[in-house]
């Protein structure tokens, strides 16, 4: 999925500058990778942000960046933190990525069809690792991988390494 994000390039940092922003209703946030060596401060809307984050993809959408010097910037959500009491978003980093270069995502696992094995045998289905690591390129990347259980039967089980998933290397996530 892709998204767009409007920001404003911001010249101070602090403490105090964060809170006059979070205050006019925006969040400090630092993207990584347009200029070497350094992060660039902006101020985005956490409206916005929440909304893409929330989406299917989640913090794998590909979000492109208007309002920096350097034009229209494709980044990904490298981490963000949320207040502990009433969980608003305080602050967000970017990664700026390459769309020609892959890059490892962590993708979650969703489970199709009620497995054979629960209907006819009275079997439990234990599902161990519900997202896995996937290197893909940036385009390709899938919101999440459906998993086929209904033809499962009592102790018969699904690996890692029998998925099958189009131009990836994948790894599961312990």
Not at 54 to 80: C, F, K, P, W
Request: hydrophobic share 40%.
């Amino acid at each position: 999925m892709d998204a767009t994000l409007q920001v404003e390039k911001r010249e101070t940092r602090g403490k105090n500058e964060a809170r006059r922003l979070r205050a006019a209703g925006r969040i400090p946030a630092v993207v990584y990778g347009v200029e070497k060596d350094k992060g660039v401060a902006i101020a985005v809307d956490p409206k916005v942000l929440s909304r893409i984050l929330h989406s299917d993809s989640g913090a794998n959408t590909l979000i492109s960046i208007q309002g920096l010097d350097s034009g229209d910037t494709r980044v990904m959500v490298r981490e963000y933190q949320l207040d502990p009491i009433d969980h608003r978003m305080l602050h967000a980093d970017f990664y700026q990525i390459a769309m020609d270069k892959t890059l490892t995502v962590t993708v979650p696992i969703v489970l199709k069809g009620d497995a054979k094995g629960v209907k006819q045998q009275g079997g439990i289905v234990d599902f161990v690792n519900r997202e896995i690591e996937v290197e893909v390129l940036p385009a390709d990347i899938p919101e999440h991988i459906d998993l086929d259980i209904s033809e499962l039967m009592l102790n018969q089980g699904i690996r890692v390494r029998d998925l099958n998933i189009e131009g990836a290397k994948w790894t599961p996530v312990t």
